[in-house]
């Protein structure tokens, strides 16, 4: 069973930075889609960024300058290029991605264990 498997998460102090990197478990499964989602304590899910197959990319109002997203392809791993880290940048960080298994037309959906990012002012 395919799988998303994040790392990079940890704590740092407020202006550090962090490289979060999410990673599709088989090789056989293409990213059609990926995107990186927080949840701080008591509060909703919310999305961070995303970028598409074509390389277009969105991110959230709070992050914009500070965060950069970003695939390789050939390693099957998406990236979230965290600067500029304030306190309320602390929350559980989600990779998600719409897979296509090699041969398939149909994308499904599906969402890693989450990795957590803490940093203190």
């Known amino acids: 069973q395919v799988q998303l498997v994040e790392s990079g998460g940890g704590t740092v102090q407020s202006g550090g930075s962090l490289k979060l990197s999410c990673k599709i478990s088989?090789?056989?499964?293409?990213?059609?889609?990926w995107a990186w989602y927080r949840q701080a304590p008591g509060k909703q899910r919310e999305m961070v960024a995303d970028?598409?197959?074509?390389?277009?990319?969105t991110y959230a109002d709070s992050v914009k300058g500070r965060f950069t997203i970003s695939k390789d392809n050939n390693k099957n791993t998406m990236y979230l290029q965290m600067d500029g880290l304030r306190p309320e940048d602390t929350a559980v960080y989600f990779c998600h991605a719409e897979l296509v298994r090699a041969g398939n037309i149909k994308a499904d959906d599906f969402w890693g264990r989450g990795t957590q990012v803490t940093v203190s002012s």
């Open positions: 088989r090789q056989i499964y293409i990213a059609r889609y």
């Open positions: 970028i598409t197959v074509g390389d277009r990319t």
